[in-house]
């Protein structure tokens, strides 16, 4: 056989070919299957041991990301490239035309001088989360010329679902950070300033204060504060200083538990409805004399059965200690607060349209809708008030003439008193249509006051009065404050106890309010 191998060359050459080129596969193959094992082996060892050391950002003592350096060590090529550019492009170093191509369509909107303004700007915008980030990025991209960041926090993996451009590379670190590196990429011309700090009265001046001057510039005090802090503290102690000192303001109300976007308005504070953190602003803001006059953000959307909402804490986590040490810092959330990631931008692209416009003195705008449009649903509750008033006068004190009788309460009163102790509703049904005030006992002893000559006036403080329908009105007045029976007789324990919560909580303002 080997013979008859050696006689045909052919063969021969045929054989060794296939022999030849099965090595060669087998090599490939075997080639091929290394390389899969050694990157397999390299990942696998790459991923740490649950007890090795690490290098996660550690968080300073008010819950903050420590700041990250822009270093080859920590700092992505793209970022690095970023860095760079946005360097130069601040100098001067960037075509001119290049960015007006790229903001040909807001300069065709908004027209040269629009844009001008816009670009020659210096917006502030307060907490860097859901809301604030793209707020951030809508006035980036639309050529804003400097934007201060200010926030505290760290992006975490919750903050993806909401925040406008953080990644998963930028967990662990801080927001505005965050922000500034990635929205540099975008429009590197723009001049950002990262605070990376918690917003507190006593910081306002230096965290509101003018962006520094320059050998090209003087300082420059700001144009526009976009108030997108989820704090309560925070945010009255910022919208204060902001009226106090006549700085131009936005504020965003609640997002969370929302999901209804055409219920989201842009109107005065004092006609933001249905929100519990736009009420409680409102009622802090009173208390410093601030009423209106703040443009805010807000839905009008309510709760319901089935939607989501802030849930009480676990009495397990109660047990735990003071809830009030469950959060970051005092005051803050100690739970999660259910956010469908879309309504934070619905919120802050709000803020920025409202900004930008504002800045460019678009034609019409800022005619939104104006305190509620209800002043003459407070007038007319002011009336049927005063109206009860001389009847119980006349029925209660005999041969009393009741005829200019005066009552201590506005109708800045009765706007306060329904919309803001009793929630828009009845205290007896719920109801919330055909509102009216009302005496909640029968007036005793020396109630009407006839001191001054020529002057009448009842004593009745605004804990004394209830939110009742029109009809529970007349029934009250004829079983209650005309008859014999008591109101807990009437209408029960728990709706007592509605009303005297009501008015410990009233009370409570008024004695902060001095």
């Known amino acids: 056989m080997s013979s008859w191998i050696q006689d045909s060359p052919r063969l021969s050459l045929g054989l060794t070919a296939v022999v030849s080129g099965a090595l060669a596969a087998s090599a490939v193959i075997g080639l091929q299957n290394a390389k899969k094992w050694y990157s397999i082996h390299d990942l696998k060892g790459s991923i740490p041991d ?72 210096f917006v502030i915008i307060v907490g860097c989360g859901g809301v604030g980030s793209h707020a951030a990025a809508a006035l980036a991209r639309s050529g804003c010329g400097k934007i201060r960041l200010i926030d505290f926090d760290q992006v975490t993996l919750s903050s993806l679902n909401r925040h406008a451009v953080a990644t998963l590379a930028d967990v662990g670190t801080p927001k505005v950070a965050c922000l500034q590196r990635r929205l540099e990429q975008i429009v590197p011309w723009t001049h950002f300033d990262a605070v990376n700090q ?51 303001v936005i504020s965003s109300m609640g997002a969370g538990c929302k999901s209804d976007p055409t219920r989201v308005f842009v109107g005065d504070i004092s006609a933001s409805t249905d929100d519990p953190l736009s009420r409680s602003t409102r009622r802090r803001l009173r208390l410093q004399g601030v009423k209106a006059g703040i443009p805010v953000i807000y839905s009008s959307e309510k709760t319901a059965p089935g939607k989501a909402q802030l849930l009480p804490l676990p009495e397990e986590q109660y047990a735990s200690g003071s809830a009030s040490e469950l959060g970051i810092l005092p005051s803050f959330r100690a739970r999660i607060l259910p956010v469908l990631g879309t309504m934070p931008a619905v919120f802050g692209l709000c803020a920025a349209n409202h900004v930008m416009l504002s800045l460019a003195s678009y034609p019409g705008h800022g005619e939104y809708i104006s305190s509620k449009g209800r002043e003459k649903m407070y007038d007319g509750i002011l009336a049927q008030l005063q109206g009860l008033e001389e009847r119980l006068a006349r029925s209660l004190i005999p041969g009393f003439d009741a005829t200019g009788l005066r009552i201590p309460v506005n109708a800045e009163d009765v706007g306060y008193l329904v919309d803001e102790v009793w929630r828009g509703r009845s205290a007896i049904s719920g109801l919330t249509s055909r509102l009216a005030l009302v005496r909640w006992r029968k007036p005793r002893g020396e109630w009407v006051d006839t001191r001054t000559e020529g002057q009448k006036a009842v004593r009745v403080g605004l804990d004394e009065l209830v939110c009742v329908t029109k009809d529970e009105m007349l029934a009250h007045e004829r079983r209650v404050l005309k008859g014999d029976e008591e109101p807990e007789e009437v209408y029960g324990r728990e709706v007592a106890e509605l009303v005297e919560k009501r008015w410990a909580e009233e009370r409570g303002y008024r004695a902060q309010r001095g």
Request: glycine share 4%; with cysteine.
């Open 50 to 121: 649950a007890s090795s050391k690490h290098d996660v950002e550690k968080i300073n003592d008010f819950g903050g990301a420590a700041p990250r350096t822009e270093d080859s060590s920590t700092l992505s090529k793209e970022d690095e490239r970023g860095i760079a550019l946005a360097r130069r492009a601040r100098l001067g170093d960037y075509d001119e035309a290049l960015i007006l191509e790229q903001l040909a369509r807001n300069r065709v909107f908004l027209t040269d001088e629009g844009l001008h303004a816009l670009r020659n700007a």
């Open 198 to 248: 918690l917003y507190s009265a006593e910081a306002s001046s230096t965290l509101l204060g003018p962006w520094p001057s320059s050998s090209s510039s003087p300082a420059q005090t700001p144009s526009f504060v976009i108030d997108a802090i989820d704090n309560i503290d925070s945010k009255v102690a910022l919208l204060a200083y902001c009226h106090s000192h006549s700085l131009p």
